[in-house]
């Protein structure tokens, strides 16, 4: 597998040369996509690349989305185990696909719900020998079936969020999000999407081409990294175990 | 320009004048108030070191980063932070800002990391963010600590507004500011906000609640959408307008700009030509000048109006538009547009009138309107 040292993703994380220490350790990364563009294939590339054999990462993985099976057939096809990476500690999986917040501000208590996820994150990362601390990668996958499943309230998954956050600077570990851009309409301020970008250390966004589909080109890809104050764009094409990435003008197909 | 945002806070407030108080005010399209906010912070606690300022300690109240965060920036700018800390403190709302850890303590094995031991010393974590009240009481009592009563001053850092106002209500906020800028022993105090979180009404808010309001703003223009924003997006990411409006007491409004570059190091101010270069933006494109050079507005300056010299000593003359008041004048209206031109340092200017033809009447002490019925 040579692809690493073309990828052109890789390259805008800053994860091209070392991936340990953990380049996006205290990060936080948001993710955001569109309807005709899904990027949940940089989520899986994030999850193999910390998960690769060269590293000691550990990945907290919080499922609002898919079950279990449906990342662990994704990250085989990638050349990745899940299951077994599970049961190495790691690789650590919430299925958070029934979790129903209990409704009103009363609901919101230590017993259920969000903060109790907190909780369990907290608790899975202290019960890590300190050394792994900084390897620590939380991928929440995704925002907007938090909120459904905090009942619309996205106060309340910005508290989490921030919590979450608190983790970055407590274990200097990373948070990756997925968020969808075309669920918050222009009209109405989308205050809890610009906040996410504001929260970022780095913005990953997936937006079609805007000359629409085609079969070489599935999507355009624009990392803006603030810390190394750069500004990236390219275009992509998912194929079955890779993900192909060029900039425009240059596609193989 | 930054400089002079410093020194307002440094001087302070006024004996029965309200404190001094600043937003930075900025947008996802130019993110850079916090840095512009660090700038400020670092800047106002040298000169609190140096005992240069008004006030003799800094609160820090932080919501969006964490105290580290600070005591860092700090450190990096060359200040010996463990032996200062009689003069900061952090009121840590970022840590905990709900009780949630708190919380979780109570019910089950959750163990809270202890903070290193700088850290411990100089932040205290507040964890009641909803309660405006008790914000309040515990900034002004960590303030009286610094100082020690009587009547010497500290200064207030809120990073940032937004947290406030997604915990509380608008009323609430913008009372706490305003009793933080009546408090008589608050010297100075500044915040940041990102103003496309919030209404309009909101940010206006909390401008109005400020002496100095300090915003950033792309330097690009993106039109949404376009491919070719590309490149603007790549400048905005490293480039910004900063327009500061300062307030007088009277009322009198000044706004001054300049360009923000954001490096790996930290934040550069750099002052824009004059005028020009500002409006050129907002001029839009004409084939002839709308705008004046420097030498012709000193020679437009020097022009002596005909109503001018009236009263002083010489004869008065009022041009009927027949002959010059020079008489040689006319003759040589090409040599003096000359001299006007050539000649920097000359003193006066003049008005060259033709007349059109004989149709247009002189004027006289004839009301040209003295038919008119009204």
Request: hydrophobic share 35%.
């Amino acid at each position: 597998m040579n692809q690493r040292s073309s990828n052109l993703l890789d390259e805008a994380l800053g994860l091209d040369q070392v991936i340990e220490p953990w380049p996006l350790r205290g990060r936080v990364v948001a993710i955001e996509d569109q309807v005709e563009t899904s990027g949940s294939f940089v989520l899986h590339h994030l999850l193999k690349c910390s998960l690769s054999p060269n590293s000691s990462n550990v990945t907290i993985f919080i499922a609002f989305s898919e079950p279990f099976s449906h990342y662990d057939r994704i990250l085989r096809k990638l050349g990745c185990n899940l299951v077994s990476q599970r049961d190495n500690s790691r690789f650590f999986f919430f299925d958070m696909l029934k979790l129903q917040c209990p409704d009103g501000d009363e609901g919101i208590t230590p017993e259920g719900g969000l903060i109790a996820l907190y909780g369990k994150i907290h608790k899975t990362i202290s019960a890590l020998p300190e050394i792994c601390w900084r390897n620590v990668s939380i991928i929440i996958d995704d925002l907007s079936l938090m909120e459904v499943a905090a009942n619309g309230s996205s106060d309340y998954v910005l508290d989490f969020l921030h919590y979450c956050r608190t983790l970055t600077s407590e274990f200097d570990c990373s948070l990756i999000t997925l968020n969808h851009e075309d669920i918050y309409s222009s009209e109405d301020r989308p205050t809890f999407f610009i906040q996410m970008e504001y929260l970022a250390d780095i913005l990953i966004k997936a937006e079609p081409l805007a000359t629409g589909l085609a079969t070489d080109v599935h999507g355009q890809l624009t990392v803006s990294n603030k810390g190394r104050n750069k500004v990236s764009n390219f275009h992509f094409k998912v194929k079955e175990n890779v993900v192909e990435c060029f900039y425009p003008g240059r596609s193989r197909g | 320009m930054a400089e002079s945002i410093c020194r307002a806070l440094r001087d302070g407030a006024l004996e029965g004048e309200l404190a001094p108080a600043l937003t930075i005010k900025d947008s996802v399209a130019s993110p850079f108030a916090l840095q512009v906010f660090s700038h400020v912070i670092s800047q106002l606690f040298s000169s609190i070191l140096a005992g240069k300022s008004q006030s003799r300690g800094l609160v820090v109240v932080s919501f969006s980063r964490s105290p580290s965060f600070y005591l860092d920036l700090l450190k990096n700018k060359g200040i010996d932070v463990a032996s200062s800390n009689k003069q900061i403190q952090i009121l840590d709302c970022y840590s905990d800002p709900l009780g949630w850890k708190d919380q979780l303590a109570g019910s089950r094995d959750f163990t809270a990391l202890s903070n290193e031991a700088l850290v411990s010393s100089t932040a205290i974590v507040f964890r009641e963010v909803k309660h405006m009240d008790k914000l309040y009481n515990s900034i002004i009592e960590l303030g009286k600590g610094l100082v020690r009563g009587g009547k010497i001053r500290f200064s207030i850092a809120i990073d940032s507004v937004d947290e406030m106002l997604r915990h509380a209500p608008v009323s609430s906020v913008a009372r706490l500011l305003s009793n933080l800028r009546s408090h008589d022993q608050i010297s100075s105090l500044f915040w940041l906000l990102h103003s496309d979180l919030h209404e309009a009404r909101v940010s206006a808010v909390l401008e109005y609640l400020s002496s100095i309001v300090a915003s950033l703003e792309p330097s690009h223009q993106l039109a949404n959408g376009q491919r070719g924003d590309l490149e603007n997006f790549k400048h905005n990411s490293k480039k910004g307008k900063f327009h500061v409006r300062f307030k007088k007491r009277n009322g009198r409004v000044r706004v001054m700009s300049e360009e923000v570059q954001i490096e790996q190091s930290g934040i550069n101010f750099t002052s824009l030509p004059p005028e020009g270069a500002i409006n050129q933006g907002l001029v839009p494109k004409v084939q002839f000048s709308l705008q004046l050079s420097e030498k012709e507005r000193i020679d437009k300056a020097n022009v002596v109006l005909p109503f001018e010299h009236q009263g002083n000593g010489k004869p008065i003359q009022i041009y009927d538009g027949r002959r010059s008041l020079v008489d040689s004048k006319h003759e040589r209206p090409v040599a003096a547009v000359e001299n006007v031109q050539t000649n920097e340092n000359c003193g006066s200017g003049e008005i060259i009138y033709y007349r059109d033809s004989d149709d247009e009447m002189p004027d006289s002490d004839e009301d040209p309107d003295d038919d008119l019925d009204i």
